[in-house]
């Protein structure tokens, strides 16, 4: 038998282009990429502004069942569907998001894809990158001492200091940093307060630099996020504090989406990265629009499955920015079928056909709610090694049973030409102009009726549980002018329902809300159901300990 | 009258040549330049590594007398007079160091030189550069974050959790963070303890990176860090964490200096930028020498007046990289010769040819200070338009009494036309090879009698104060292996006494040590003697209120 190859030496072995050749692809000069190294660029945003007039490419939107043990393979599919689509002649590039850099010193870092369907290089876009979330951190947290400033200074805006709701960020596992106190030491300090940290990712900046069509944009939203309450709950906003203008100025060169390339060549986007659970998981706009500018086909992706990702990658990204996506591909693999059909991760290697066909309800479920979007959905069954023609084909049946289709992909190990009957399944859907994109619920709808409608419609649940103080709040902000918002949901990404250990299509369940939070400069209202965790620690034996350059200057360890 | 343009605007209108043509006059190829952006780069280790066997350059110290608020241009007179050498047909380059982020949102940023003597790209130079100081952070909180997992998964290690020394830093001035307690909150979340930030610069990382001459000594020297001691007072170390390989794995890009220009095209590195208090106050030893093997003239300046920095620079960052100046540079103006003459700052219009010679003294003092390194000492009178010849012969004659020159420099007016008398003098000296540099002390001598030896011979005290607590501690340190290090002094800048007030050239007065620090990566013992602030606050107006972008898309309101 070969020995497999792992990520990190494929990637290694990649023939990258000078960036310059991948940007002359999309037409972009020499002198509108601004380049980090040899092999990373950002596209100037003079050049994004020269592009206005041109034709918007197709944008195909790569989601997936509910995430498992087992791995489904989200980025390598979209990843591999865009070097698929150059392979069949297309013009076509990838969008997808930036790594946050504190959590490879926890666990392993992550390709971005995987075996030969990956973008490089690998090791830069795992650690510092561009410095796009340096600069969101850095910008973050510019507002964060500017509000003790303040109330330091006198405190004119009558800042509650027991309701300062911005809290500062950190792009590293630290747990020691949820919850402090901070302001200690006498006067010169400040006044002692409640505080903490989030991890970068979790940051509203974040979300607002991915949802944000260019800087003016940008600034506007920054000033309206919403850093404490007065004392009587009047909310008090960045622009008070005079923030906005010098935190647009950190984010300058952020804003610029990314450039890098595939194994094969060929463009990809990353940009931006903001959490998929109390954020909307989406790669930034500005890339994906950019894209859509340069591109006859854009394939993105949306994180965690279709129930969280593709929901408001739907109803928040694309409600933002004027999207619609022409074809949407649903992820899944037959080992991840067999989890759903209550296989264990030490029983996948068996053949278990029956298992598959049980577990093909949760994939079921994730097609018709596609469809409801008015999008058409393909199947593609990432392949591994040990998947049997028997298993692959119940999953085809249950598919086609579906009124849709499923196509087996072999990009993983072969690259572009393992995904070829993808590419062009998905070329014709996006072409035919078959798709007819709605969204799930009009702005104008209330918050509440919002929060019914996807943990009806997508969740399927029989009923939501909100106590009167989450009404009251709703019913606040809904006064106070934010009834428009989309809903973000944040809740367990392993279930439609709000158990993780609920896999497979579950019916009956109950929808709990325990928070609610409003992102005012990103433009949603988070709906917390369940814990979620926005600053990680680290494990006991961390990825730190054995991560080193080697004697070749290589990073070890990190993967 | 001419109107005067402001440095940015002087800036705004350099004629800069791509980076990669700056990288060809020093032999460069575009191979071996890491581009970020077209107007910065860093020179890659590897190119770095292949100049070992070149012949290095002569070594040019810029420093200057004691700060005044008249300002003295010590960092426009490094700039101009690598210009000038350039004018004068000498192969040369500048080395300084990098700036903070952080405070630019406090008081206004600020330029890299001054005028016609300016390092470009100048608002870069002020934000995010190339990313540097955010390695800095992250590496830095990194092992913050690796010492309260170590105590939260079980404390092998037997951290004492009041021994604590290692805090969290933040490239922001943030007076909210300088005394905090984290870890509140419950189990998950770890030890409650009393912990605190610094910001970035003040990072004994900074300094490691500064004093490093490659990767695998930097990895040494950060594996030497003494993060915590033990309830017995033993110290416990990055190493013993794990934490020094993935350190140096963030830090691996950061190590390679940062090559921009000078206005006039000339090589500039700006590379590092520790503290001149708590730290040593220069740029990366990388950096002056890749700059030495590239160039037979290299200009470069240290952190404060000579009693600081100078100091610092020959019996730190010398002693440890086995550099050695070929001569120096001390700057004055006429204007601040007139505050050491007693003038106040409202009153220095007027010509005061008495005042201009009482100030010298201070001047005197430096110049004398200087001698006593053995390296031949030229006085650069960096002209202000309201100097009066009077004045400029008067502030002359004193130095020509004192068996040195003093050569009036007009670079900030004119660029390197402006300073081309001084070049060529500077480069006879370092050519003459008359230079006998010696340190001020040898590395075996005791750690209270190299700072007797300081205070004596440098800041001219007549006592010493240190109570048993030190005395101890020092002892303490060298019986566990530290005596060699040399010292780093942490005092006022504005006086060569403690006392900022006592301008001119004091004597009689005593140094008393407040505290003492071992920075066993860096490899040096801070001596503090009064307040030194390591986190630094707003103001009550921060300059982040009147940062913006203008219609144009240039900044306003950072500089």
Chains 1, 2 share one sequence.
């Not at 990190?8 to 190294?37: C, F, M, N, S, T």
């Amino acid at each position: 038998m070969m020995a497999f190859k792992t990520d990190i030496e494929i990637a290694r072995e990649a023939k990258k282009l000078p960036i310059q050749e991948i940007g002359a692809k999309l037409g972009i000069g020499p002198e509108d990429l601004v380049p980090y190294g040899h092999d990373k660029a950002k596209v100037s945003a003079d050049f994004i502004a020269r592009q206005a007039g041109n034709k918007n490419g197709k944008l195909i939107l790569v989601t997936a069942i509910n995430p498992t043990p087992a791995g489904e393979g989200k980025t390598t599919t979209t990843v591999g569907l865009g070097d698929g689509l150059n392979a069949i002649g297309k013009k076509a590039a990838v969008c997808i998001r930036e790594a946050s850099l504190g959590p490879c010193f926890g666990m392993k870092g992550g390709a971005a894809g995987g075996g030969y369907a990956q973008v490089v290089p690998m090791e830069e876009m795992n650690l510092h990158f561009t410095g796009d979330f340096h600069a969101i951190t850095s910008a973050h947290n510019l507002l964060s001492a500017l509000i003790d400033n303040h109330i330091y200074w006198g405190n004119s805006l009558d800042i509650d200091i027991r309701r300062v709701v911005w809290k500062r960020v950190m792009d590293m596992n630290d747990r020691a940093l949820r919850d402090i106190v901070t302001s200690l030491g006498g006067v010169a300090n400040g006044f002692p307060r409640q505080a903490g940290f989030d991890i970068t990712v979790a940051s509203e900046v974040m979300a607002i630099l991915c949802l944000s069509n260019d800087l003016e944009d940008l600034q506007e939203r920054l000033g309206r996020i919403i850093v404490a309450y007065t004392r009587d709950r009047k909310p008090v906003t960045c622009k008070e504090l005079k923030a906005d203008g010098a935190m647009t100025v950190l984010l300058k060169d952020a804003m610029q989406p990314n450039l890098v390339q595939t194994l094969e060549n060929n463009p990809a986007f990353v940009h931006g990265g903001p959490f998929a659970n109390i954020a909307h998981g989406c790669n930034s706009v500005v890339a994906t629009k950019t894209a859509l500018k340069l591109n006859d086909y854009v394939v993105t992706e949306a994180g965690f499955g279709a129930d969280l990702g593709a929901e408001k990658f739907m109803n928040i990204k694309c409600r933002k920015a004027g999207l619609a996506p022409a074809a949407i591909v649903i992820v899944a693999t037959i080992r991840a079928m067999k989890m759903n059909g209550g296989v264990k991760k030490q029983d996948l290697g068996a053949e278990n056909v029956a298992a598959v066909k049980d577990g093909c309800a949760n994939l079921g479920r994730h097609i018709e709610n596609i469809k409801g979007f008015g999008v058409p959905a393909v199947v593609a069954i990432n392949h591994f090694a040990g998947d049997t023609e028997a298993e692959i084909k119940a999953c085809k049946d249950y598919v086609a049973s579906q009124g849709s289709e499923a196509i087996l992909c072999k990009h993983w190990a072969e690259g572009s030409k393992g995904i070829q009957e993808l590419a062009t399944r998905v070329a014709q859907i996006a072409d035919s102009g078959v798709a007819q994109f709605q969204m799930l619920y009009p702005d104008d709808m209330s918050l509440m009726k919002k929060i019914e409608t996807i943990a009806k419609r997508i969740y399927r649940a029989d009923e939501r549980l909100a106590d009167k103080k989450i009404r009251d709040q709703l019913a606040q902000w809904e006064e106070q002018g934010f009834r428009d918002l989309p809903i973000c949901m944040a809740k367990t990404q392993y279930s439609f329902s709000t158990d993780a250990n609920l896999r497979g299509a579950p019916t009956g369940h109950s929808v709990p809300i325990r928070e609610v939070r409003l992102s005012a400069g990103a433009g949603f209202v988070v709906v917390v159901c369940g814990e979620i965790m926005t600053m990680p620690g680290l494990p006991r034996v961390p990825s730190s300990e054995s991560i080193m350059l080697n004697d070749e200057g290589l990073i070890e360890g990190l993967f």
